[in-house]
Nanobody, 123 residues
Framework: QVQLVESGGGSVQAGGSLRLSCAVS????????VGWFRQAPGKEREGVAT????????TYADSVKGRFTISQDNAKSTVYLQMNSLKPEDTDMYYC????????????????WGQGTQVTVSS
């Protein structure tokens, strides 16, 4: 059974940092991909970062390049999103997702989703 569980969200002031974790069960295999997405109420889900499991490929949305870093720990079946220099506009619910159709920032490419973790950045 595939399960994704996010953690690490919270409230932080602008300029601060948070590290999100996505514990992946039953899907952390080479060739699959895990992505981080975010969504505000009434808005479309936006791809933030994605990583190829077991590989070096990763990609980021332009809005987070140079500030966010996605990484993986296969021994712990966990994918991380390190978020630095946070801005108020980063405030959203953050979701991780897993899929087998290659790393992509498109939500439609992912089959499995976690429940999300809230990130709030105050100015």
């Amino acid at each position: 059974q595939v399960q994704l569980v996010e953690s690490g969200g919270g409230s932080v002031q602008a300029g601060g940092s948070l590290r999100l974790s996505c514990a992946v069960s039953g899907y952390m295999y080479s060739g699959n991909s895990v992505g981080w997405f975010r969504q505000a109420p009434g808005k479309e889900r936006e791809g933030v970062a994605t990583i190829l499991i077991g590989g070096n490929f990763r990609t980021y949305a332009d809005s987070v390049k140079g500030r966010f870093t996605i990484s993986q720990d296969n021994a712990k079946s966990t994918v991380y999103l390190q978020m630095n220099s946070l801005k108020p506009e980063d405030t959203d619910m953050y979701y991780c997702a897993a899929g087998s159709r290659g790393p992509s920032l498109l939500a439609s490419r992912y089959n499995y989703w976690g429940q999300g973790t809230q990130v709030t950045v105050s100015s």
